[in-house]
């Protein structure tokens, strides 16, 4: 009994591992497909050429834009998660970064939109 006990308590505490592994290789993730969504929004604004086909791709070029930012998004945490990155885990440290991140490009966003 004590055995099947242990054994369950591995096996949840790999699974919570596992769960923590995956989240923080999204948020790092995140954090990127974050920033590349603004910078994006700056290029394809300042050359007209990249926001026509952007439209000629999906009918609109925020459609385009939005699927861009998806697949990055979906790519990256794939990537970091078959290769362990971040090797720390789920962290305080991630949270901020992700936070930043989402602070710094609005607030870059919003600028750009009121200056242009």
Known sequence: MATT????????????????ATAAAFALSASITVVFNVVLAFIKDSYPPL???????TGH????HGL???ILFLLLGWLFMAR???????TNGSAATLGASVVVAGAALGLWFLVN
């Open 5 to 20: 006990t242990t054994q369950a308590a591995m096996a949840q505490s790999k699974a919570e591992a596992n769960a923590e």
């Open 51 to 57: 926001n026509s086909f952007m439209a000629a791709l």
């Open 61 to 64: 070029h925020w459609r385009t």
């Open 68 to 70: 861009a930012d998806v």
């Open 84 to 90: 362990g990155i971040p090797s720390r885990g789920l």
